[in-house]
């Protein structure tokens, strides 16, 4: 079985920073990608960054220059640095992995809330 734990969510005024984390554990072969989503209610979940096993990286246009993601392969960890935050980018964040080998799959965190607000 194989688990996701997010952490590092919480509520930052507008122009301050936050890091979420997210550490997969469990009986694990290999990780490819690992990436954030987030989801506002009422709106479909988004891509956020993503981080592959190449160590190539993706970010949505609405975040690029402002969040970096980047990932332990020694931890199974990825993390997203956030600055420059703003209102919009209130949501709850989910991690997301993709396993392959045993108990290969699609697996996501608990998701974590990130409150952007003076």
């Known amino acids: 079985q194989v688990q996701l734990v997010e952490s590092g969510g919480g509520l930052v005024q507008p122009g301050g920073s936050l890091t979420l984390s997210c550490a997969a554990s469990?009986?694990?072969?290999?990780?490819?990608?690992m990436a954030w989503y987030r989801q506002d209610p009422g709106k479909e979940r988004e891509l956020v960054a993503g981080?592959?096993?190449?160590?190539?990286?993706t970010y949505a246009d609405s975040v690029k220059g402002r969040f970096t993601i980047s990932r332990d392969y020694n931890k199974n960890t990825v993390y997203l640095q956030m600055n420059n935050l703003k209102p919009e980018d209130t949501a709850v964040y989910y991690c997301?992995?993709?396993?392959?080998?045993?108990?290969?799959?699609?697996?996501w965190g608990q998701g974590t809330q990130v409150t952007v607000s003076s």
């Open positions: 981080v592959s096993t190449g160590r190539s990286t």
């Open positions: 469990g009986s694990i072969s290999s990780i490819t990608t």
């Open positions: 997301h992995a993709v396993i392959w080998g045993l108990n290969s799959g699609h697996y």
